[in-house]
């Protein structure tokens, strides 16, 4: 049966428009092929765990960085599909998402949960040829996505918990690429043996978590400010219903200071030469920021973010700057560590 939503651009609920019935390419769309680039944060797993394990690089580790990133990408569009799907309702008060495809065609539920469960096996199937643990930490991807989505929980509806439940898809991903170039000879087979399995340390899990919450809530700043009406940003999303600009915007501080925080931890702990990079941390943090502060900002779909290209060439050089200091020792730096106080 053919079913009605609103559908105009000043305002989703003024006019009633007939759905069209969904093809192919509609279910395809929903899948969100164009945000598998968020994927990078697997990278910097896979650094650390190649600084530590020294891997040999060859065909079989190769395959296993293939079947990684393509399994987190399956996982990853079966959270988007369930998200769009059971999102429409919401998405239709957002001046631009009233214009996503489960909101303006008719999606056949039937098929939109066959098609959450082939890529639901078809990543947990790649997940299990990498490695037990990554096949858990996959499952973990796709449980927090039911959480974010799926009544009751719905995590997404709720302050601050929608912020956080979100971001903690990026030390996901960081242990995700940690795993890929674990040694087998270091992972456990089963959950019994999981009591000593190596996981990354925690300083950089919770930069990485917090880092995450900033580049979200920044999100949610650029949202709430684009949509400009409180009544009708609480009707796109709960949570808003609870937010202003400055709750906001003190949430990001709290979340990039609690980052650099761990980030220093991290640095000073693990490898000295990475203190180097925290100027152009920063600097990444203030960018964004001010991306983020603009009227209309991309950073309300970060899959836009390539429009903003001197940020663009400034992460690659970034990333760069990472993999050099990785590699180069800098034995000078060590002064940092063997200074002390004496007090009297």
């Known amino acids: 049966m053919n079913q009605t939503l609103a559908h105009n651009n000043v305002d989703p609920v003024a006019e009633q428009v007939l759905l069209q019935p969904a093809k192919l390419k509609d279910y395809i769309r929903i899948a969100r092929l164009d945000h598998w680039f968020k994927n990078i944060f697997m990278l ?3 650094l ?6 020294n891997p040999a690089l060859d065909l079989n580790l190769l395959v296993k960085i293939i079947f990684g990133v393509a399994s987190t990408c399956m996982i990853a569009s079966a959270n988007y599909v369930i998200n769009e799907f059971l999102d429409a309702e919401f998405d239709r008060f957002h001046p631009l998402k009233s214009k996503r495809t489960a909101v303006v065609s008719e999606l056949k539920p039937t098929y939109v949960y066959l098609q959450y469960a082939a890529l639901v096996v078809m990543g947990l199937s790649l997940a299990y040829f ?3 643990p990554f096949l858990i930490i996959e499952a973990f991807l796709l449980f927090m996505g039911v959480m974010y989505n799926v009544r009751p929980f719905r995590t997404k ?3 601050y918990l929608d912020v956080l439940s979100e971001s903690v898809n990026n030390p996901i991903r960081l242990a995700l690429g940690w795993f890929i170039f674990v040694p087998a000879a270091f992972l456990p087979s089963s959950l019994s043996d999981f009591s000593w399995v190596i996981i990354p340390p925690s300083s950089i899990i919770l930069a990485y978590w917090m880092g995450g919450a900033f580049l979200m809530a920044t999100k949610r700043f650029a949202e709430y400010r684009f949509i400009n009406d409180p009544e009708r940003a609480g009707l796109y999303r709960k949570s808003f219903k609870y937010y202003t600009e400055e709750s906001l915007l003190i949430s990001m ?4 200071l609690t980052s650099a925080f761990f980030l220093g931890i991290f640095l000073i702990k693990h490898r000295i030469e990475l203190l180097i990079s925290f100027p152009f941390f920063a600097l990444l943090f203030a960018w964004y920021l001010k991306i983020g502060l603009r009227k209309d900002s991309v950073v309300q779909g970060p899959e836009k973010l390539h429009r903003e290209k001197r940020f663009m060439l400034y992460v690659v050089a970034f990333i760069v700057i990472l993999m050099l200091l990785i590699y ?3 034995p000078g730096l060590n002064w940092f560590l063997k200074q002390s106080f004496q007090y009297e």
């Open 48 to 53: 650390f765990a190649f600084l530590v394990y």
């Open 157 to 159: 509806e709720r302050v």
């Open 328 to 330: 180069i020792d800098i």
């Open 253 to 256: 501080f709290f979340y990039a």
């Open 44 to 46: 910097p797993g896979m």
């Open 130 to 132: 990498i490695s037990f």
